[in-house]
């Protein structure tokens, strides 16, 4: 069973790591192309559905998931509680990040009059496009943690078939 939770945390935390490069390499850019043009046409794409949702539900999903990593395999090695903690600090500084600095701005693209604070908007743009450089970074810092702490507990395991 942990075994399983290990895995899901890793394709959790590899699919938000690729959400995040995907809207930095993809989204961001066509919202910043031509702006007030391109803010009021993702506006108008997003009109449906919000995308902030994706993330306030895989999210936490993903923290729940290497939390549980964590707690199942404590009695392991230090080196384990280290490497899903690491993976654990690194998504809980995404959640943070996207809580504290990605919702206010998605708001201000978003929500906000374009006539009236459009180099509000302009600005909130760059620094979304930017800062959520390092959103992905931590991703892919925490999905490392996690397939080390999958080769150590796969390495323990054959260290103790061979004794």
């Known amino acids: 069973m942990k075994k399983i939770i290990l895995f899901l945390s890793i394709v959790c935390g590899s699919g938000l790591t690729m959400v995040s490069v995907y809207n930095t390499v993809v989204d961001a850019q066509s919202w910043g192309s031509d ?11 997003f009109q ?8 306030v539900i895989a999210g936490p999903v993903n923290l729940i998931l290497i939390l549980l990593t964590l707690i199942l ?8 509680r280290f490497y899903f903690a690491g993976s654990f600090a690194a998504y ?23 006539s009236d604070h459009l180099e509000q908007i302009r600005s909130a743009s760059a620094q979304w496009s930017a800062m959520n450089w390092l959103r992905s970074l931590l991703g892919l810092a925490g999905v490392l943690f996690s397939f080390k702490g999958l080769d150590v507990y796969y390495g323990t395991r054959r260290k103790k078939k061979e004794i």
């Open 92 to 114: 809980a500084a995404i959640l943070i990040l996207t809580l504290a600095y990605f919702i206010p701005r998605d708001l201000i693209l978003f929500t906000w009059s374009i």
């Open 35 to 45: 702006i007030p043009a391109s803010i009021q046409t993702a506006r108008d794409y």
């Open 48 to 55: 449906h559905v919000d995308p902030r949702r994706f993330y």
């Open 73 to 80: 395999f404590w009695k392991g090695s230090v080196s384990l």
